[in-house]
């Protein structure tokens, strides 16, 4: 009997011990400033991710939350109770800056010397205006994320090699103001709609100049130009300095060439709302990139699934490289596709084509592509096993699709522009008898192929069709007493190995080779086909 009640005792403890639950810790930070505690967050469960305030003082630079020698920016997530102490930098004791001579309200960012990895940029420096970031003022930084005023252009090669930088932002309203023509339908609809503060302060409409008071979009008119008369109605522009937050500038540029070629961790980047140039090489080598963000507001940019288009999405202008997924459809609506869209992407196995599209296709980039896919129903493109056709011209041969070799269908007259760019596996192609043309860059970045051998039949062979290519060896069977006429190169075959590249002509011709105006820069490399040997 005992016994059985201590079984029940046992048992009744059991299930009220299981019923107990299970006691979560919580924590506490305290963020100070100057000594000075300004906040408390209490109760905070283990492991939650917590956003910190970001602070501002003049002429101080923010550069998160400090303990134990560890810097938190925006956010920290809890593991134990803690306090944080706000940590600053004096703006002109840590950013290195040039000042234009040109332009003495402006400065340029040349390099920075202090300890943030999440860096917001000032607006202003010594009451100038920041307009730009210099070229290498961040080379082989380690910031992790920079924010920069909307004002500032980002030249070429300015976070080069910044490997560890992995979002790019813009803030601010646009301080600078720029000389634009304003026609007078549109003068009228800016004074009717700001008629609290586009007020006349200076000048007059009689004297042809005049400023207006803060707030109005148009800040002054410098003058006025001679009206022209159509079906009896004056029209007029006026020259003015006007507000770049309110006008929308069909030439604002933000970033420059390999602005940050190399930074390979780059995840995503913002374009600020009146940026409306975009180049694909701004971004070169920018491997893990996979969006972008573009307000609304932005006249000139949509992003469709972190893909870059233009606003009405009839240009594609950026695929981001770090974007994954295996399988790409072409939009309809498109009618123009950037050369260097796919630079760098790696995920793309599959474009899909679909019955309407009709445009041309002429891309560089696509090292993983294995297929390209035709609706049966299109009229312009058509495919044979995977390779991509129009009409005579063979398009797109896929850089990674298998296979070692590869044979030029009959009927195909012309391999287009970069056809057969960065391929990986072909170690031989047959081009057939029937080729008359190949394209600009066809062979470029081609990896394995090392001997082309060109039918005679071909009568053009369009420039850097060799560019940065494994091609050493080119045949070129076209003969001027059988054909008429040699093969015509245009320009040069672009970079190769020139310490072992041999080029080997007809006998009968050799001399019309060596003497033709681009032919003839490759004197030292051209050879009589009969010393030819495939060995």
């Given at each position: 009997?005992?016994?059985?009640?201590l079984l029940?005792?046992?048992?009744?403890?059991?299930?009220?011990?299981c019923?107990?639950?299970?006691?979560?810790?919580?924590?506490?930070?305290?963020l100070?400033?100057?000594?000075?505690?300004?906040e408390?967050?209490?109760n905070?469960?283990?492991?939650?991710?917590?956003?910190?305030?970001?602070?501002?003082?003049?002429?101080?630079?923010?550069?998160?939350?400090?303990?134990?020698?560890?810097?938190y920016?925006?956010?920290?997530?809890?593991?134990r109770?803690?306090?944080?102490?706000?940590?600053?930098?004096?703006?002109?004791?840590?950013?290195?800056?040039?000042?234009f001579?040109?332009?003495?309200?402006?400065?340029?960012?040349?390099?920075?010397?202090?300890?943030?990895?999440?860096?917001?940029?000032?607006q202003?420096?010594?009451?100038?205006?920041?307009?730009?970031?210099?070229?290498?003022?961040?080379?082989?930084?380690n910031?992790?994320?920079?924010?920069i005023?909307?004002?500032?252009?980002?030249?070429?090669?300015?976070?080069y090699?910044?490997i560890?930088?992995?979002?790019?932002?813009?803030?601010?309203?646009y301080?600078?103001?720029?000389?634009?023509?304003?026609?007078?339908?549109?003068?009228?609809d800016?004074?009717a709609?700001?008629?609290?503060?586009?007020?006349?302060?200076?000048?007059?409409?009689?004297e042809?100049?005049?400023?207006?008071?803060?707030?109005?979009?148009?800040?002054?008119?410098?003058?006025?130009?001679?009206?022209?008369?159509?079906?009896?109605?004056e029209?007029?522009?006026?020259?003015?300095i006007?507000?770049?937050?309110?006008?929308?500038l069909?030439a604002h540029?933000?970033?420059?060439?390999f602005?940050?070629?190399?930074?390979?961790?780059?995840?995503?980047?913002?374009?600020?709302?009146?940026?409306?140039?975009?180049?694909?090489?701004?971004?070169?080598?920018?491997?893990?990139?996979?969006?972008?963000i573009?307000?609304?507001?932005s006249?000139?940019?949509?992003?469709?699934?972190?893909?870059l288009?233009?606003?009405?999405?009839?240009?594609?202008?950026?695929?981001?490289p770090?974007?994954?997924?295996?399988?790409?459809?072409?939009?309809?609506?498109?009618?123009?596709?950037?050369?260097?869209?796919?630079?760098?992407?790696?995920?793309?196995?599959?474009?899909?084509?679909?019955?309407?599209f009709n445009?041309?296709?002429v891309?560089?980039?696509?090292?993983?592509?294995?297929?390209?896919?035709?609706?049966e129903?299109?009229e312009?493109?058509?495919t044979?096993?995977?390779?991509?056709?129009?009409d005579?011209?063979?398009v797109k041969?896929?850089?990674?699709?298998?296979?070692?070799?590869?044979?030029?269908?009959?009927g195909?007259?012309?391999?287009?522009?970069?056809?057969f760019?960065?391929?990986?596996?072909?170690?031989?192609?047959?081009?057939?008898?029937?080729?008359?043309?190949?394209?600009?860059?066809?062979?470029?970045?081609a990896?394995?192929?090392?001997?082309?051998?060109?039918?005679s039949?071909?009568?053009?062979?369009?420039?850097?069709?060799?560019?940065?290519?494994s091609?050493?060896?080119?045949?070129?069977?076209?003969?001027?007493?059988?054909?008429g006429?040699?093969?015509?190169?245009?320009?040069?075959?672009?970079?190769v190995?020139?310490?072992?590249?041999?080029?080997?002509?007809?006998?009968?011709s050799?001399d019309?080779?060596?003497?033709?105006?681009?032919?003839?820069?490759?004197?030292?490399?051209?050879?009589?086909?009969?010393?030819?040997?495939?060995?």
């Amino acid at each position: 009997m005992i016994g059985k009640v201590l079984l029940l005792f046992i048992f009744v403890v059991g299930i009220s011990g299981c019923d107990k639950e299970e006691v979560i810790p919580t924590y506490t930070v305290s963020l100070y400033n100057n000594g000075e505690l300004i906040e408390v967050i209490e109760n905070i469960e283990e492991n939650t991710l917590i956003e910190l305030p970001e602070l501002e003082e003049e002429g101080m630079l923010f550069v998160g939350y400090t303990s134990e020698d560890y810097i938190y920016y925006d956010e920290y997530t809890v593991t134990r109770d803690i306090t944080l102490y706000a940590s600053f930098e004096i703006v002109t004791d840590v950013f290195e800056y040039t000042e234009f001579e040109q332009e003495p309200n402006k400065v340029g960012i040349t390099g920075y010397t202090g300890n943030a990895t999440h860096l917001k940029i000032p607006q202003m420096i010594n009451g100038k205006l920041v307009t730009s970031i210099m070229g290498y003022a961040f080379e082989e930084s380690n910031l992790v994320e920079v924010i920069i005023p909307v004002d500032a252009y980002v030249n070429s090669f300015a976070f080069y090699n910044s490997i560890e930088l992995k979002e790019v932002s813009f803030y601010g309203n646009y301080l600078l103001t720029v000389l634009d023509m304003i026609s007078d339908l549109a003068y009228d609809d800016i004074m009717a709609e700001y008629t609290e503060t586009c007020i006349i302060i200076e000048g007059s409409v009689e004297e042809g100049t005049w400023k207006f008071s803060d707030g109005c979009p148009i800040l002054e008119i410098v003058s006025i130009n001679d009206s022209i008369w159509i079906d009896g109605i004056e029209y007029f522009y006026y020259n003015a300095i006007v507000d770049s937050n309110y006008f929308q500038l069909s030439a604002h540029m933000t970033f420059g060439n390999f602005a940050f070629k190399g930074a390979t961790s780059l995840e995503v980047v913002q374009i600020p709302e009146a940026t409306s140039f975009f180049f694909a090489d701004s971004f070169e080598g920018c491997i893990s990139l996979r969006n972008f963000i573009v307000g609304e507001e932005s006249e000139f940019f949509a992003v469709l699934e972190g893909v870059l288009y233009n606003k009405n999405l009839t240009r594609l202008i950026y695929y981001p490289p770090g974007k994954e997924g295996t399988s790409y459809t072409l939009l309809d609506s498109l009618q123009t596709i950037n050369m260097y869209a796919f630079m760098n992407n790696m995920f793309l196995e599959t474009i899909i084509i679909s019955e309407s599209f009709n445009i041309e296709f002429v891309v560089q980039g696509l090292s993983n592509l294995k297929e390209i896919v035709v609706d049966e129903n299109n009229e312009h493109y058509y495919t044979i096993d995977g390779v991509l056709f129009n009409d005579a011209e063979l398009v797109k041969y896929p850089a990674a699709k298998s296979g070692d070799s590869y044979t030029v269908p009959e009927g195909i007259l012309s391999i287009g522009p970069y056809s057969f760019a960065y391929n990986k596996y072909l170690e031989m192609t047959d081009l057939g008898n029937e080729l008359t043309n190949i394209g600009m860059g066809a062979f470029h970045g081609a990896e394995m192929l090392s001997e082309l051998n060109i039918p005679s039949s071909v009568m053009y062979i369009r420039m850097y069709a060799l560019t940065n290519s494994s091609i050493d060896t080119i045949i070129v069977n076209r003969s001027l007493l059988i054909d008429g006429s040699i093969t015509f190169l245009t320009v040069s075959f672009g970079p190769v190995d020139e310490e072992d590249f041999k080029i080997y002509v007809s006998n009968d011709s050799i001399d019309e080779y060596l003497t033709s105006i681009f032919w003839k820069n490759y004197s030292d490399d051209i050879y009589p086909i009969t010393e030819y040997s495939s060995e």
